[in-house]
């Protein structure tokens, strides 16, 4: 069974930046339609951004502009390049992974913006 394991999370000021790795066991990553969700203490979690297995990409609002995604097809692995990070983007960042119906999620990875 494929496992995705993300890293990179840390504590980081204001208007820094950190990249998010997940990276799958297999080699069948380049099928999925991988994303990034994020959920804040007492919020729902929700969708940061997706990249599809042809490289289309989606964010939502917010971070449009600071965040990019990317994915190593060779290396199993998707990547979410954060910029002029704030105290609101503070958050459990998840890895998501999408074929059909199946649906997997790795275990998260925090992040906290603050000075």
């Known amino acids: 069974q494929v496992q995705f394991v993300e890293s990179g999370g840390g504590l980081v000021q204001p208007g820094g930046s950190l990249r998010l790795s997940c990276a799958a066991s297999g080699s069948i990553f380049r099928i999925f339609v991988m994303g990034w969700y994020r959920q804040a203490p007492g919020k729902q979690r929700e969708l940061v951004s997706t990249i599809t297995t042809d490289g289309s990409t989606y964010y939502v609002d917010s971070v449009k502009g600071r965040f990019t995604i990317s994915r190593d097809n060779t290396k199993s692995t998707v990547y979410l390049q954060m910029n002029s990070l704030k105290p609101e983007d503070t958050a459990t960042y998840y890895c998501?992974?999408?074929?059909?119906?199946?649906?997997?999620w790795g275990q998260g990875t925090q992040v906290t913006v603050s000075s």
């Open positions: 998501n992974a999408v074929h059909f119906s199946s649906v997997h």
